[in-house]
């Protein structure tokens, strides 16, 4: 299974803003056919042996492949709205310079926290226990990395970033390494030997809460650290929460 990855196989870096099925348009999607290959993915898990199905917002991106006669079938979606199949279906699932369309919010009633975990929930059922996903993407920044982590570690997710030549402005490459069910092992990122022979850490996540600690290793309930704690957890879901000032948690006098 393929989201975009299998059609857009190129991975260039998006400079517009617009939405994916505007900027990939017929123009487009040739120079992204000539810089690499629609359905570039698709063909090696072909000559692997295994079935795929890739799915594109574009018609254009699909007309392409169709063109090239791919051996995976191909769907027409949005992948903001979910993932169409039917439970553990996939063995794993393949992304490429995708992933970060979804925190633009091209229309009024899109939310790219909703439309994310819309995403990340629906692949996580479509996938079989045991599968991966490995989705490479472009982030505009790190809260947009935040966003997008937080949301696919809600939906049930555990894994991490690998980075690709961490140093280097224009090889950079970002792949969120998923994991469904227990929490596999990262690979390592090219490039990411120090002068000096040590590795640079990836960053790594899993599905367990953190917690705030009090002196006996507990939060205690309704206390300033619990409070934090609750408020943060509401942060990494993407929604609306307060400001933390130094009346969070204080306890207020008794009224008569």
């Known amino acids: 299974m393929t989201s975009r990855g299998g059609m857009a196989g190129s991975g260039r870096r998006p400079e517009h803003r617009g939405p994916p099925e505007l900027f990939y348009d017929e123009a487009e999607a ?20 295994h079935y795929w199905i890739g799915m594109d917002i574009s018609p ?23 993932i169409p199949f039917r439970p553990g279906m996939f063995d794993g699932c393949i992304s490429i310079s995708a992933v970060q369309w979804l925190c633009n919010a091209d229309k009024k009633s899109h939310s790219p926290p909703k ?21 490479q993407l472009y982030p505009e ?23 690709d030549y961490p140093n280097s402005a224009k090889a950079k490459k970002f792949f969120l390494c998923l994991f469904v069910g227990a929490s596999g092992t990262l690979p390592k990122g090219l490039g990411t030997e120090c002068a000096d022979g040590e590795e640079i850490h990836q960053a790594k996540f899993t599905n367990e809460r953190t917690r705030f600690r009090n002196a006996k290793g507990k939060s205690v309930k309704k206390s300033r650290d619990w409070i934090l704690e609750k408020k943060e957890r509401r942060r990494r879901q993407g929604k609306e929460v307060r400001a933390d000032t130094k009346y969070t948690g204080r306890k207020r ?4």
């Not at 992204?32 to 898990?45: A, H, K, P, V």
């Not at 006098?253 to 008569?256: K, N, T």
């Open 141 to 163: 920044n790190s809260e947009q990395l935040e966003l997008i982590t937080a949301q696919a570690m809600r939906a049930g997710f555990t894994g991490g970033m690998v980075v």
């Open 253 to 256: 006098r008794p009224r008569f």
């Open 30 to 49: 040739r120079k992204y056919t000539q810089n690499c290959g629609s359905g570039l993915s698709g063909d090696y898990i072909s000559d692997e042996g």
């Open 115 to 135: 439309r994310l975990y819309r995403f990340f929930s629906t692949l996580y059922t479509a996938l079989a226990r045991g599968s991966r996903a490995v989705l």
């Open 60 to 82: 254009a991106m699909l007309d392409v492949a169709v063109e090239r006669e791919v051996e995976g079938d191909l769907v027409l979606a949005d992948v903001g709205h979910g």
